[in-house]
């Protein structure tokens, strides 16, 4: 335990070290923001509209502003996990600490479980920025805050399994931005598979609908906590893990 | 302190170490000397535990490392060829990750990294980011991490690779002072190096298994037969290469000698002496007795190769000998 939180540790320091943590959080923060304004505005414009017809429009936060919000995070998410992740083992390839790594008493899955675990937090601090602008919800209105918990606890997931995902792809290469592309490239063919489902009802098309990280937001999205997605996501947290130990036990052999 | 044997490791299509076997015994420095590509490197990671062997077995202070891998980093401290540090990490910071990663904490890991710091000369880096030190500095810096908890066996590969004249002497003062405490194998492919600091010596070339022996035997190979190289001179404008030969060829104790190359009245030999004998003062004597001007006399350098090639010459005749493996 106490070697998985000194690998994170010195991961997230590395993180916060180099400008890669400040500057996925601006870009974060300014497109979540302009998210966040935009779905406000709507807000505003059609509760006006409403009032102004006369028709009574029975309008809830949660359902205007924070669902669909949410989602969009999930999706947002994809582009910015290959950006957290294609460092955590090409880096150490490329510069050789690998071997300080794997020359100290620490076991793989130490090593494995301290880096995951440094993105998932970096990915919260991303999180975290959403919370700034929902504050503002709170403050003025009154949404139901459980959903939103249950939407970031989704998230967290959704983003955990696709972080195990990069960490492995970043096992298998020394080069930074292959292991990048490759990881944008499983995420994006992760969140479009899902788009079979709309034409096709055949057993290979909801096998493919559901391996889509996007399908199994959808819950979380409404606040709702469902098992069965839950355990999706964690499923493919720990094959993905399992995956990055078995690489880097393969390293060892190959190298 | 270190017993490897028959240590094998094959890739698809090479064997980058062959059937190796030595020991190693405590507080010994041991260089382990090899031209590039001779298979050092794979040994000493199979050491470490960083790569596994195909066959063959290597114990560090009788833990072995297929097995027991674990026990063997805790007693191990590794300098690879290059220093394996994080560029945005300080100096203290980094020297504190790896004590933690190697089990220190608290006082103990605070107390180790001072000692340290000060046993390498780093203390006034301290707060330097590793990214902005110089290469001396890094690596002295993957010493001190090398030797942060205090190990009993430090295994360090080309410790003064790249550095300057200067630099290597005071890694090589400060490589010779931690010999005392720990087991140390340092790899080059400098023989001087080994000369100066180590005790016994392992060859290897293309990954077998040439010699192990104490450094004195092995500067006897390799000044046993010498080769000087020494500039002649007519005085009166004119040298006759012939008779100069003669002359030398006369001298006792040397076997055989070339001339390299002749400008003007100016002449170049090459002698090799014979095993065991210093021939250089009796050449100057001939030279200017013979009434010719000797500009220059000099030690011709013995390369790794020829040192190899003397090695495995002398040492094939020994049954126990692995011979070296010639390539058509």
Redesign the interface.
């Known amino acids: 335990m106490?070697?998985i939180w000194?690998?994170c540790r010195?991961e997230l320091?590395?993180y916060f070290?180099?400008p890669i943590a400040y500057i996925l959080l601006i870009m974060f923060g300014v497109i979540f923001g302009f998210f966040f304004w935009n779905a406000l505005g709507a807000f505003v414009f059609e509760s006006i509209q409403s009032q102004m017809s006369g028709r009574s429009f029975p309008m809830n936060l949660n359902e205007w502003i924070i669902r669909p919000l949410l989602s969009n995070v999930s999706v947002v998410g994809l582009f910015f996990i290959p950006m957290i992740t294609m460092r955590l083992f090409a880096e150490e390839k490329r510069?050789?600490?690998?071997?300080?790594?794997?020359?100290?008493?620490?076991?793989d899955i130490e090593i494995i479980l301290g880096k995951w675990l440094a993105a998932v937090l970096l990915y919260a601090c991303l999180l975290l920025f959403t919370a700034v602008n929902f504050a503002f919800l709170f403050k003025y209105g009154h949404p139901d805050w459980k959903p939103l918990l249950i939407g970031y606890l989704g998230l967290l997931l959704q983003a955990g399994a696709l972080l195990a995902i990069g960490t492995f792809v970043s096992t298998l290469t020394k080069n930074q931005i292959i292991a990048g592309a490759v990881t944008f490239g499983i995420c994006l063919l992760l969140w479009v598979l899902e788009w079979v489902s709309g034409y096709e009802t055949a057993t290979w098309a909801k096998v493919l609908a559901y391996m889509s990280v996007i399908t199994h937001f959808e819950s979380f999205g409404k606040g709702v906590l469902d098992s069965k997605d839950a355990v999706f996501y964690v499923s493919v947290i720990v094959l993905g893990l399992f995956f990055t130990a078995r690489s880097m036990e393969s390293l060892?052999?190959r190298? | 302190m270190i017993k490897v044997s028959q240590l094998t490791k094959r890739y698809a299509r090479t064997t980058a170490v062959d059937q190796i076997s030595f020991e190693v015994a405590k507080g010994q420095i041991v260089g382990f000397l090899g031209p590039n590509g001779a298979g050092k490197t794979t040994t000493m990671r199979m050491l470490t535990c960083f790569l596994p062997p195909s066959s063959g077995t290597a114990t560090v202070a009788g833990f072995d490392v297929l097995e027991q891998p674990m026990e063997v980093k805790k007693r191990i401290g590794y300098l690879p060829e290059t220093p394996p540090i994080y560029p945005e990490m300080e100096t203290s910071e980094y020297l504190q990750f790896v004590g933690q990663l190697k089990g220190l904490s608290g006082v103990d890991l605070t107390k180790r990294i001072d000692y340290v710091c000060q046993r390498c000369a780093i203390s006034d880096v301290k707060t330097r980011l590793l990214g902005k030190l110089s290469k001396g500095y890094r690596q002295r810096v993957g010493l001190a991490q090398a030797i942060i908890h205090n190990p009993d066996v430090l295994i360090l590969d080309e410790p003064t690779a790249g550095l300057d004249p200067k630099q290597i002497n005071e890694t090589r003062d400060l490589i010779k002072d931690l010999a005392g405490e720990h087991t140390i194998i340092l790899s080059t492919h400098i023989l001087p190096e080994v000369e100066q600091t180590c005790e016994q010596v392992i060859i290897i070339n293309k990954g077998k298994l040439v010699a192990t022996d104490s450094v004195r035997n092995l500067q006897a190979h390799a000044r046993g037969a010498e080769t000087v190289l020494v500039e002649v001179a007519g005085r009166n404008s004119s040298l006759e290469i012939p008779s100069v030969q003669i002359k030398l060829e006369q001298v006792a104790g040397v076997s055989r000698v070339l001339c390299k190359e002749q400008i003007d009245s100016r002449a170049v030999f090459e002698i090799e002496s014979k095993k065991g004998s210093f021939v250089r003062g009796d050449v100057a004597r001939a030279i200017v007795e013979s009434g010719w001007d000797l500009n220059e006399l000099r030690p011709a350098a013995m390369s790794l190769e020829e040192v190899f090639l003397q090695l495995t010459g002398n040492e094939a005749a020994r049954p126990q000998e692995t011979p070296v493996e010639v390539q058509a």
């Open positions: 106490r070697n000194v690998i010195k320091g590395s070290a180099s510069t050789g600490t690998i071997e300080l790594l794997a020359t100290s008493p620490v076991r060892r052999w190298s």
